[in-house]
């Protein structure tokens, strides 16, 4: 969303509650659009009143500064919040991203790149694969597309084969380094092509350089938190995700969707 339409919308908390309202009526249900809490007081004329504290105005604000990367520590600056309850908003609007993760609307397909990165850890010692204290993430990339990222238990044949299965079209073309996890890609209804990493990095259209692309955005991304916990590594995750993939788009109005669509849509 452009600054000036921006400030427009939160000029008056009236306008601000419309533009939330018009996102939250269309599932017909009673809950506060300002911080998707169902917990509603009743007044007088057939009135409702919210639990939660924000504004309409500061919900937007929110969104923005999110949208902007703003830390959160900043944020509870610009907005005279406690650091406390916009930590809360920002972890609200970081579930709401993490529950419409799986609503892609198609599988990847095409030439698709497939790897594993290693985040996390504060011993000095071996990097990658042998690396410990580090928690094992997997992605797929297609190319000018989207990426789809994923905390794993391990980086086995079995974890990695089923996730590719479910992510990305049979027939499309993957490439991967030659670790052995993927060696059974070509037996899965894909065209496998490998390149090594110890010759070169790439071999005409045979490379995984987008993906790595995308892990060294990431993590230079993190480093800004200063530590993330496990619990809550997976939240930052799907967010860089969500970033990455709506990068051509709008991140204001797609957030402020995602945080009104709380009830399932019905058939």
Known sequence: MELNDYHKLISSESRARKYLLGKCLKNHQRFCPRCRCRKLYKLREGRNRCSGRFSAVQWLSLIKLFELEVSVRKMSLQLGLSYRAVYRAVSTIRM???SHAEDAPSLLDGEIEIDEAYFGGRRKGKRGRAAAGKVPVFGILERDGRVHVSVVPDVSAATLLKLTVKKVRRGSIVY?????????????????????????????????????????????????????????????????????????GDLFNQVANYLCDLVPKRD
């Open 176 to 248: 991967t380094d030659k670790f052995h996890s993927y060696d059974s890609l070509m037996f899965c209804g894909y065209r496998h092509l490998k390149v090594d990493h110890q010759k070169y990095f790439s071999s005409g259209r045979v490379y995984i350089n987008g993906l790595e692309g995308f892990w060294s955005w990431a993590k230079e991304r993190l480093i800004k938190y200063h530590g993330v916990s496990r619990n809550h590594f997976p939240l930052y995750l799907k967010e860089l995700e969500f970033r990455y993939n709506n990068r051509n």
């Open 96 to 98: 709401a991203i993490l």
